[in-house]
């Protein structure tokens, strides 16, 4: 890396560099203590005794039972696993329904169950990024098994009403999986209060490896395996554990359950906010209240730019954030999360997300402004010039 080019890091919600705390936490277990948790001779036994400890201290931090929490490799495979893993338990018959702004994680699985036979659809959310507890009733059936609402959104950063969105799930006779990956660390995740039947968290977003993950599954959740063959994790999901990374997992959700950072988060967001709304064309996507969003995500459109080019643009200025849109072939695709609120074509392949982090500062957060502000200005005169305006 060129050491004169600075490295400010605003993609926090893409990943995160392993703690220091979480690294000691797992050295052992890379190095020394490394035995197969299946064994039965000592250095098996410690793995073993590792992992349970683990599962003990998530599931005090959580406010579950120990043998309610599945380490799995991440949020992809936790989401997967409760939608597939529900809809094998009723055979494919009946109805789930997910929310329009859920990760592809989630949104790709119910297709995959749809696609099986199982019939589905789509919860939306209103123009500020909120399911609401409403929408959520109006797509419930008689034959719904699960409906899937995430804590909050990867793109936007909105926070949705999950205690009482899972009473009207509840009311229905469903359960309710709730994707808290993106939650974890900057508002609580507690299991009792948020009333989900089971809940998806992953390592790498909070300071953990990247390939571990749990799912909460609550007591008496239907649910069958994806993965056979050893008995690991109580017989639903198979597999040599990932003894370090357990552990990791424990002790960075152990951190993030402390909320560390959350007054500064708030103010480098406004200072970004406040900033960046300033740029003549930026849009602002998703509520701005401070009770529905993540303390850490800044989204901002700029309509008729192509995000994906701001983002290398940004790059060149050691600025790394992200594009919400997907990237196909060299052209932006729209983001889902953003046509899902009533964003036009234009606003929803050009939006950027800032997702901060303890780490960040306020001189960090001047200097983004003012190089999207550098990018923005000239990458609309040159269309302007390009169009003869
Ligand atoms: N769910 C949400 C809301 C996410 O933001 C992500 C990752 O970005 C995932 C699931 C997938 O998690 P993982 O990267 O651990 O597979």
New binding site residues.
Partial sequence: MNDKKPFIYVDH??TTRISDSVRAAMEPYLTTAFGNASAAYGAGRAASRAILAARRRIASVLGCLPKEIYFT?????S?NWAIKGTAFAHRLQGHIACSAIE?H??LHSMRFVGQMGMQTSVIPANAEGIVTPDAVDAAMRDDTHLAAV?LA??EIGTVQPIPDIADTVHEHGAVLLC?A??GMGQIPVDIPTLGADML?L????IGAP?GI?LLYVREGTPLLPLLDGGGQEMHLRAGTENTAAIVGLAQAIEEAAQLPAVDHLRHLQKQLFDGLRAIPGCVVNGTTETDHRLPGNVNVSFPGLDAESLVLHLDRLGICCSAASACTAGVSEPSHVLLAIGRDRAAATASLRFSLGAENTVEEMDAIVCGVRRIVTQLYETQCTFRGI
Avoid at 73 to 77: F, I, L, P
Avoid at 202 to 205: A, V
């Fill in positions: 919600a893409a490799s991440g949020g992809t495979e989401d990760h994680a989630v995430m959104n990867n994707d990956v993106q998806a992953s390592g790498h977003k990247k993950g």
